[in-house]
């Protein structure tokens, strides 16, 4: 890719603005950049592990953290600091500060994004089964058997409409 602004040289610097939701990307060589870097392209380089860092940072109270993990020995100021986990057993061990974490970030723990539409009729069944499975299980603890035989039935439903 050619330097937008001389058209001469190999575009090496990249940079990306977004004003009021709009994206407008540059691509510009070293010598273009440096020449017009104090005009309209003045960019603060901030690594991914620092903007992390600084979200974390937010938290604040760290009394209810767990110690070192046992597997990696990663503390959650480590984790702070370098936005990544030493091991997959720190998302187990650190897993109460990720839930708030991620939720202030995304705003759910959980993921709720786009499904293809093939797959979305499918989906959803899957998720009345579960919870109709769940509501079964608390019918019968409950000794609500007539309850119990018409959940049963209703995931019966469900689960033959999904082999047709």
């Not at 602004?5 to 940079?15: I, K, R």
């Not at 939701?21 to 440096?34: A, F, I, M």
């Amino acid at each position: 890719m050619l330097c937008e602004a001389c058209g001469q040289n190999a575009a090496t610097v990249h940079v990306t603005n977004i004003v009021n939701s709009k994206k407008r990307e540059t691509h510009l060589c070293d010598g273009c950049y440096k020449l017009k870097e104090n005009i309209a392209l003045k960019t603060q380089e901030v690594s991914i592990a620092e903007a992390l860092g600084g979200l974390v940072s937010l938290k604040g109270d760290y009394e209810d953290i767990p110690g070192d993990c046992p597997n990696c020995g990663m503390s959650y100021e480590e984790f702070r600091s370098q936005a990544r986990l030493g091991c997959a057993r720190d998302y187990e061990h650190f897993k109460p500060k990720l839930i708030a974490l991620l939720e202030k970030l995304h705003e759910k723990s959980k993921h709720v994004g786009k499904v293809p539409r093939h797959r979305g009729e499918r989906l959803q069944r899957r998720k009345q089964v579960d919870t109709l499975k769940s509501e079964l299980q608390k019918a019968v603890e409950l000794e609500e058997y007539e309850r119990a035989a018409e959940i049963r039935d209703q995931i019966k439903a469900l689960e033959a409409g999904a082999e047709a």
